[in-house]
């Protein structure tokens, strides 16, 4: 039964609206998943559009689209352009990325991303890939867990977690969640547990799925592949990944190094299309609990004359 509901799209109506679909585009879904947001397109596109949808994990290909104008690319977002180049596509019309964490993957126990059940220390999005987050506890050193829980979890205690952790692996193994929880859980807020827990398991995650890069050489990558008047959405879950997209709209990088012309007009590939952040209703919270932390920026790119 767990499968049948493979991940609930945050904000979904708002993402499609935001991508202003042309019914004979070329459009890219670069975190498949469980479908939600591509299905969403194919309902919008024409006889002559075309949808590339990527994911790494090949969990997700099971949910892939029967559509001649349907393409499941097995394959890391970071290289989108070399990916779309394969397919023989230079330019498309819109990219979506909803940057959250699918509900199987919470779910799935073996795959070990929640602090919820017991599971072994994985938390690979691909299953192919060489570390996991039981390699990176027990290999890092006290400094480098320290500095990832600080960066990646915004945990102010980051030094005493990674104290703990650096303590205990010298007694025994520290391979499973639970095991992690219970290293990690005398330096949590009782006030504040789950959220807390929640960044530890988020920090190791984006470790372990070198996040940031990726998403800095997707955000990159767009601005090879959108063309003129391409809509770019983007659906982020927490503040670091929040920072670089809305930097990146901003001055066309992630640092937000904004250029200006002689007459002092800034300079940008991008133009935001909603100032201000689009973030779930109550009532979506109410549907989706997941959906309070979602954040959606939607972008156009404009000429490059």
Known sequence: MKDIVYHIPALLGECIDGLAINPSGIYVDVTFGGGGHSRAIMER??????????????????????????????????????????????????????????????????????????????????????????????????????????????????????????????????????QLVRVVSPFIKTSAEKKELAQVFQALRIEVNDEISALKKLLQGTLQVLRPGGRLVVLTYHSLEDRLVKNFIKAGNVEGKVEKDFFGKVNSPLRAVNNKVITATDAEVERNPRARSAKLRIAERVSQE
């Open 45 to 178: 596109l024409g006889c002559g559009g075309h949808l590339y949808s990527f994911d790494q994990d090949l969990d997700a290909y099971s949910n892939r689209i029967d559509d001649s104008r349907f393409t499941f690319v097995h394959g890391n977002f970071a290289f989108l352009r070399n990916f779309l180049r394969f397919y023989g596509v230079e330019k498309v019309d819109g990219i979506i990325a909803d940057l959250g964490v699918s509900f199987h993957h919470f779910d799935e126990t073996e795959r070990g991303f929640s602090f919820r059940t017991d599971g072994r220390l994985d938390m690979r999005m691909n299953r192919d890939a060489k570390l996991d987050a039981a390699t990176v506890v027990a290999s890092y050193t006290e400094e480098q867990l320290a500095d990832l829980f600080y960066l990646y979890g915004e945990l102010r205690n980051a030094r005493k977690i990674a104290h703990a952790i650096a303590v205990e692996r010298t007694k025994s193994e520290i391979a499973t969640t639970a």
